[in-house]
């Protein structure tokens, strides 16, 4: 993947994690917000039909108010299916509809559409309840990576994808090695060799599987794990079966008990540890270059402000901005041609704010807000501006939330601001 379009997916990935928090905050009065999840395989007729079906049984709840929110959300659902031809968009579509409490015992209809998710919708769902049905959503945006998964014993092997959270098993091989037991009249030695013959045939045979599987995506994979009992993974591993770029690839071996598909679960289950430091690898470097150049060099900024005023410049390589960051920017207009930002809560309200430069009182309601990421990354974008989130699972990412207020970058060349 290139950094383009990890930039693009992460910009799409925080786009969603605002709905989803945003959707997550609502309640309904009973079991009244519906949720659908539709593949992009399933025909939008088929979906149109479920939904009208729904509709009907709707009408058999006792509670006349439940009954009509739950109605007037499945028919703003099927009304906004209409704008989809056969199918939905590439990896699905996934609508939420429902009267949310909005206190005083008043309630709001709202409906709210997400179109390709990060990852495809795997199965149709449709689900009611007095809180929308955020969690498999939650799942995609926890998905990170791409790994290569081979399970394998003298006997069997399987080969698979692990994509973020989801193993895919994708191909598999019985061995023809012989017990350890030799048939009568076979010398000790024959058959010592003829049984070290298959076990190498069935190695190679496991590492093409891999190799077809893993080579042509190799660019885009963060690892391979092998897995399997001693000393099986071992003789595979140091046999060099594999490519060469994919033996390099291999972040390690695990003990699993089971080869077959339930064995690259094992395997993945076993590899916990590797993967969750895997995870955070890349934030972890790039931490570690700004606190270098924060110390002993002069290419770094943190900070909203001095932040934005570097890549106003065009001076900022890549803007570091932590995944927990949740504030808006307000953008003060100073009748005297004068501009200020602030850096707010998303739920602070806006005051009227006094110019820094000339001391000119800019009333609250002339003042311009938006969400402080994408005001950053929209800067970005224009200069060329490589953005990474930083995750808070470590202590230098937890730093740059807490102590950088959220936001800071690695310059292109020193700017002395």
Not at 27 to 33: A, D, H, K, N
Not at 184 to 207: H, K, T
Not at 288 to 315: C, I, P, S, V, W
Request: charged share 30%; net charge negative.
């Amino acid at each position: 993947m290139s950094e383009q379009e990890a930039e693009q997916t992460d910009r799409q990935k925080y786009e969603f994690q605002k709905v989803i928090e945003e959707l997550q905050e609502y309640r309904g009065s009973g079991t009244q917000l519906v949720t659908i999840y539709i593949p992009e395989d399933k025909q939008i007729s088929d979906v149109v039909a479920h939904v009208t079906q729904e509709h009907s049984e709707a009408s058999n709840i006792k509670s006349k108010e439940t009954r009509t929110n739950v109605q007037d959300a499945l028919k703003s659902i099927k009304d906004r299916l209409r704008y989809y031809d056969t199918y939905p968009p590439e990896n699905g579509l996934v609508i939420f509809s429902g009267a949310i409490d909005t206190g005083g015992g008043r309630t709001d209809m709202i409906t709210r559409v997400l179109e390709s998710p990060p990852d495809p919708i795997e199965s149709f769902r449709y689900h009611c309840d007095a809180e929308f049905f955020t969690e498999p959503l939650e799942n995609m945006l926890l998905d990170k990576g791409l790994f290569g998964l081979v399970v394998l014993d003298r006997r069997e092997a399987n080969v698979g994808w692990l994509k973020g959270k989801r193993v895919e098993p994708v191909k598999s091989a019985s061995s023809l090695v012989p017990g350890k037991q030799r048939k009568g009249g076979q010398s000790a030695q024959r058959f010592a060799r003829l049984r070290l013959e298959a076990i190498d045939n069935f190695y190679q045979e496991v590492a093409e599987m891999a190799n077809d599987l893993f080579v042509p995506e190799r660019h885009d994979m963060d690892g391979v794990l092998v897995g399997g009992p001693s000393p099986t993974k071992d003789e595979f591993l140091d046999g060099d079966y594999l490519h060469h770029e994919l033996q390099d690839m291999v972040l390690g071996k695990f003990d699993v008990a089971y080869t077959d598909e339930s064995g690259l679960y094992d395997l993945v289950d076993a590899a916990e540890d590797v993967l969750a430091e895997h995870e955070i690898l890349q934030d972890k470097e790039v931490m570690e270059e700004f606190f270098k150049q924060l110390h002993d060099g002069e290419k770094a900024t943190y900070g909203f402000n001095q932040t934005r005023q570097n890549l106003n410049m065009g001076a900022v390589e890549q803007l570091l901005i932590s995944e927990d960051l949740r504030k808006d920017a307000i953008t003060y207009e100073c009748p005297n041609g004068h501009t200020d930002y602030e850096l707010v809560d998303a739920t602070a309200k806006t005051d009227a704010h006094t110019c820094s430069t000339c001391g000119e009182e800019v009333p609250a309601e002339e003042a311009e807000r938006e969400d402080a990421i994408e005001h950053l990354m929209e800067l970005a974008d224009q200069r060329g501006t490589e953005t990474v989130f930083v995750s808070t699972d470590f202590e230098k990412g937890e730093q740059l939330l807490t102590a950088f207020g959220g936001v800071a970058g690695i310059l292109r060349y020193s700017t002395g601001v």
